[in-house]
């Protein structure tokens, strides 16, 4: 019995902010911003909306598109940077509440926009072992909540929204989540952080990022970690439908994808569309192929991701929704 991906969707929130609607309160410029991150416009969430709506909205809808109703899922996972709370409940907890759920286990994952790599790989682990068979996972982020907009370096570059996934079970590998690669390493924690701090509340407390120290390790991590992942399985560029990265900067997409071999077609970008949305971005990118028309049952998608922690992963994955 294998792990697999049966149902995919997202939530985008309706207001859309533009470049040019930061140069009106910021030293920047349209131009600056698609130059160096491909960003035209993001989504940030309405007042009164938070992490949790917008992560149950997405959750209902993979439901709904796995055929299965709210009562039939076995366990929710969240992965977020900007939980509604800071410690609890947790983000997944309140999903659960939305979705009409009062017994079933629900915790969030914390692996910022490695998330929903680190949900897959999760998910897969309860899947396979027998101990769950239907998982929601969910990538939900309310990023605008967090930012410092005086600070043109990261306010700019993230958005808002969620994306989710049914994972449950298949006796097909080549319909399945072939494999999943997490890693991190603490060692570069303060490249990318939010220091909220439980212990006195006077602390800025906005995200901060060294972005271009990331995006040099971004680069080169990225590429290893896929390369890596298909070795080991023996799949080539050409047995992929789909390469779906982390959607945080259009050169970082562009450049890892070249370095793999990737052509055009198969590189999916939506960066330009919503910004970065953290955890939520791989399932929001997928989400866009799937309404297309373009995903079909038997698609292989590579996935890959990095964020703050560092954390980064990889990850094969057949699409076995319909
Ligand atoms: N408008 C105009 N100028 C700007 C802006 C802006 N919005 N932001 C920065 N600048 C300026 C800087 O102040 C700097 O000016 P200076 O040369 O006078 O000092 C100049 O532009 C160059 O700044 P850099 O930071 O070197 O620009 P870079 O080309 O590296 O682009 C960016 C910055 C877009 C952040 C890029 O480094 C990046 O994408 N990094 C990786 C992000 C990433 O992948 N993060 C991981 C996931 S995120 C997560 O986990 C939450």
Redesign the pocket.
């Known amino acids: 019995m294998y792990a697999a991906l049966k149902s995919i969707a997202s939530y985008i929130p309706t207001k859309c902010v533009s470049n040019h609607d930061?140069e009106k309160i910021?030293?920047?410029?349209d131009e600056?911003?698609i130059e160096?991150?491909g960003i035209s416009t993001r989504y940030f969430a309405l007042d009164g909306e938070d992490t949790s709506d917008l992560g149950a909205k997405a959750g209902a809808l993979a439901i709904e598109r796995a055929g299965l109703k709210p009562s039939d899922i076995d366990l929710i996972l969240v992965g977020t940077?900007s939980p509604d709370f800071l410690g609890m409940p947790s983000t997944a907890c309140l999903v659960a509440r939305k979705l009409g759920l009062s017994n079933c286990p629900a915790f969030d994952i914390t692996a910022?926009?490695?998330g929903f790599i680190y949900l897959l790989a999760t998910a897969k682990a309860f899947v396979e072992s027998g101990i769950y068979k239907k998982v929601l996972i969910i990538g939900a982020e309310k990023?605008s909540k967090i930012l410092d907009f005086s600070d043109?370096?990261?306010c700019?570059?993230?958005g808002d929204g969620a994306g989710a996934a049914v994972i449950s079970t298949t006796d097909d590998p080549k319909k399945s989540i072939l494999d999943v690669h997490i890693s991190g390493d603490g060692n570069f924690s303060s490249l990318?952080q939010t220091p909220i701090s439980s212990l006195k509340n006077d602390a800025k407390q906005c995200?901060q990022?060294r972005?271009?120290e990331?995006?040099k390790i971004?680069v080169k991590t990225l590429v290893t970690d896929v390369e890596n992942i298909m070795q080991k399985n023996n799949i080539t560029s050409k047995d992929v439908t789909y390469f779906i990265p982390?959607q945080?900067?259009l050169?970082?997409i562009k450049a890892v994808g070249e370095r793999l071999s990737f052509q055009k077609e198969q590189i999916i970008l939506s960066v330009q569309k919503y910004g970065?949305t953290?955890a939520a971005s791989i399932p929001m990118a997928m989400n866009d192929v799937y309404e297309s028309g373009k995903l079909k049952n038997g698609d292989l998608m590579v996935l890959d991701?990095?964020?703050?922690?560092l954390?980064w992963g990889s990850a094969l994955v057949y699409f076995d929704g319909n």
């Open positions: 930061f910021l030293d920047t410029s600056w911003i160096r991150t940077l910022a926009c490695t990023i043109r370096s990261t700019v570059l993230f990318l995200l990022m972005g271009n990331v995006f971004a982390h945080a900067n050169r970082i970065n953290s991701a990095i964020g703050g922690g954390t």
